[in-house]
């Protein structure tokens, strides 16, 4: 689930860009200041807001340590804070004097990128806080910019729609013409992907552009022959340019803010829409994931940011879309998204936009008709209608089922359903054996139930409980 938990509405002007660090979260305004919060309260640090900038400030950025922060502004320069006590640190000119767009660390702190109106980029040394290289882009503002979780690499994206990508010694290795109307944003994947069938590992890229889409790449490096930069997909949900996008820290999911004033998650391995949230009522220009907690920052030229707790465990092609550790909702309680959701993993995908014109929530769902199909949604293949309908079926069967009414203990606290094959975890207690080890394999050592560490990953089989539930089961048959 995505929800709106808490709203910040301190900035007097446009919000152009939200930051985390493991323990703040900053913005930067149109009003010229970058403001800091607290995670633990979203309460601005006694130092906020920064005022060092003479004009607005388009970016900022959190060193890995979180020790420091970046702001680039129309005024020509980057400056340097501590983010414990705000003082400035540095200010950074651009070397042509133009407007600064941009602004990014390497992943290993040692160099600051930024990147300008007249294409422009300067590649900063951290420790000296003196320019190292510079370049330029060979046509257009350079308004975007993504270090690879290596650092070996790092990608710019101008105005004119090209994706440059740079080696950490500012040589052009690869560009690529990627949106007609330009790029507005762009992020790498923290998290590598494989190449099953060459072994290869890669960077998986997101940009988006004022041609309303976002594009997926891939990005191999190589020592000897450069750089391969594949074209993956591209996404098309949004209906208006393309403003932000960032990847989770887990790379599993992607948001999208638009002139739409729409938010977008998706499910980066699929595509699949996870989430779309309209609480903006302007454009939305920023979004970022929080490194180590589910929170996803949006900003707007509303002047306010949203924080959202996005607890979004499940995947639109399996599971519904529900917290993996609390109980499933009803079908008559589920929400658009959720039918959206059931739509995907009933390989109905294609409804989905059909569905949500019309507002098809739970009760909704429950109550189509064959009638309904054909003279309201307007879905005149006999065939397609069909098969909506048994799936509704198959689904009300499943809400009669037996494990509705099954003693609480013999239901998985995963899923929540009927367990056929218990075991026992190192919590003490019993889950669906399917179930807990998918919650290994995603890399969880904690346990669903308490949220501690598990000091074991070892299974054992509840035989004792799987004779019981099938005792159960057979005077269910009677």
């Not at 600064?100 to 806080?129: E, K, Y």
């Not at 993956?232 to 340019?241: G, Q, R, V, W, Y």
């Amino acid at each position: 689930m995505a929800t709106l938990i808490h709203t910040l509405a301190d900035h007097s002007d446009d919000v152009n860009y939200c930051a985390f660090s493991s323990s703040c979260l900053a913005t930067c305004s149109l009003d010229k200041t970058v403001r800091v919060y607290s995670l633990s309260s979203f309460t601005e640090l006694p130092y906020s807001p920064l005022r060092g900038h003479r004009y607005a400030v388009h970016c900022c950025c959190f060193s890995p340590s979180g020790h420091v922060l970046a702001s680039c502004s129309t005024d020509g320069t980057t400056v340097v804070w501590d983010t414990g006590d705000g003082g400035m640190l540095a200010v950074l000119g651009q070397p042509s004097g133009s407007p600064v767009r941009v602004c990014r660390f390497s992943p290993d702190s040692t160099c600051l990128v930024s990147g300008a109106a007249d294409g422009s980029v300067a590649l900063w040394n951290t420790q000296s806080l003196k320019l190292y290289r510079s370049g330029n882009v060979k046509d257009g503002s350079l308004v975007a910019c993504a270090f690879s979780p290596n650092g070996k690499f790092f990608v710019t994206g101008s105005s004119c729609g090209d994706l440059t990508i740079w080696d950490n010694k500012m040589r052009c290795l690869c560009n690529e013409k990627a949106h007609d109307l330009g790029v507005t944003c762009c992020d790498i994947s923290s998290q590598p992907i494989s190449d099953g069938e060459h072994g290869f590992r890669y960077f998986q890229m997101a940009s988006c552009g004022q041609d309303n889409q976002i594009k997926l790449w891939l990005i191999l490096l190589a020592d000897f022959l450069g750089v391969e930069l594949k074209y993956k997909c591209t996404l098309n949900e949004h209906s208006a340019p393309v403003l932000a996008c960032a990847f989770s820290n887990d790379g599993q999911m992607l948001a999208s803010g638009s002139v739409d004033k729409c938010v977008i998650i998706y499910e980066t391995s699929t595509g699949n829409t996870l989430h779309t949230l309209s609480r903006h009522t302007r454009y939305v220009t920023a979004c970022a994931f929080a490194p180590y907690s589910p929170l996803l920052a949006t900003g707007s030229m509303d002047k306010t940011v949203h924080i959202w707790q996005c607890d979004l465990k499940q995947r639109c092609a399996g599971e519904r879309n529900t917290v993996e550790n609390e109980p499933k909702l009803a079908v008559e309680d589920w929400s658009e998204d959720d039918v959206s959701a059931w739509l995907c993993a009933q390989d109905l995908a294609d409804f989905v936009g059909l569905f949500k014109t019309n507002n098809i929530d739970g009760k909704e769902l429950l109550n189509l008709t064959k009638e309904s199909l054909t003279n309201e949604l307007k879905i005149e293949s006999l065939g397609l209608r069909s098969k909506v309908l048994r799936k509704i079926e198959d689904l009300k069967m499943e809400m009669t089922s037996v494990s509705a009414a099954a003693p609480d203990e013999f239901l998985c606290p995963i899923t929540r359903e009927l367990m056929k094959d218990p075991v026992i975890a190192a919590d003490g207690y019993s889950y669906e054996k399917e179930a807990m080890e998918k919650w290994i394999t995603n890399k969880r050592r904690s346990s669903p139930m308490t949220n501690l560490p598990l000091p074991s990953l070892t299974l054992t089989p509840n035989r004792t409980l799987k004779m019981a539930i099938g005792r159960w089961l057979q005077t269910q048959q009677k």
